[in-house]
């Protein structure tokens, strides 16, 4: 009987032991499991830690380009605006008036040559009138005066196109001139445009000046921003410098 119950007390402590072991190895796999749901944890932290980096560097970068936009936009200076009268320009300019009352003249001794021609013409026609048709006076007259006006209008024709041409040089000329002082002087006081206008008034009584003037592109302007004075002074350097004289005026590009 003693024998028995020490079999059945020792089947029991191994019974527990047993049971033990299993709660140990229960105990076990719960740590595996808790340490497996621990390193999942640590991943999806991982995975979280690097998605909000990227957002972070993200927004960082965005507003780093914004900053630098802003300020570069802060920092862009105002483009000025100015005006110049180019018709005054042209019609004060010394190169300009000496060369138009040059191309006047010629045109003035073209004409008079025309008005020459004109009259031997006028004789010869009196003269043909004086002769019967189809005498040999008539035809050598005829075919004079034939002649002559052919001749004038190949003249005229050629004298034309040479003074056209000519005029057209010295207005691209001037204006070539006129356009490279402004674009210095613009430089000189930062314009990124010049605009043409017209200081001429208007004349109540003058159709054609009304209209000019409701057609203007600039309407108003400050005197301040105005650089026809200073071209014209520039002009009227040089004007002097290329015939030897000293001139009055400074240097209004480098003042």
Request: no cysteine; net charge positive.
């Amino acid at each position: 009987m003693k024998l028995i119950n020490l079999l059945s007390l020792g089947s029991r402590t191994l019974g527990s032991r047993t049971l033990g072991s299993r709660t140990l190895g229960s105990r076990t796999l719960g740590s595996r499991t808790l340490g497996s749901r621990g390193m999942s944890s640590r991943g999806m932290s991982s995975r979280g830690m690097s998605s909000l980096a990227i957002v972070a560097l993200g927004v960082l970068f965005a507003s780093s380009a914004a900053a630098q936009t802003n300020a570069g936009a802060a920092a862009a200076p105002p483009t000025p605006v100015l005006v110049v009268d180019v018709a005054r320009i042209f019609k004060t300019s010394p190169f300009f008036t000496t060369q138009m009352s040059s191309i006047k003249k010629e045109v003035e001794v073209v004409e008079a040559e025309v008005k020459a021609t004109q009259v031997q013409i006028q004789k010869l026609q009196v003269q043909l009138t004086s002769f019967n048709p189809g005498t040999p006076e008539h035809k050598t007259v005829e075919a004079n005066l034939a002649q002559m006006i052919s001749n004038l209008q190949v003249k005229m024709a050629l004298k034309r196109k040479h003074i056209v041409n000519r005029e057209a040089k010295v207005y691209f000329g001037t204006y070539q001139e006129i356009t490279n002082i402004i674009a210095a002087i613009a430089h000189q006081k930062g314009a990124g445009v010049v605009f043409n206008y017209s200081g001429d008034k208007m004349d109540s009584n003058d159709r054609a000046s009304i209209i000019k003037g409701v057609n203007r592109t600039v309407v108003f302007q400050n005197t301040n921003v105005d650089i026809t004075d200073w071209v014209l002074a520039e002009i009227t350097r040089r004007n002097a410098l290329s015939q030897n004289v000293r001139p009055n005026t400074r240097n209004p590009i480098n003042n």
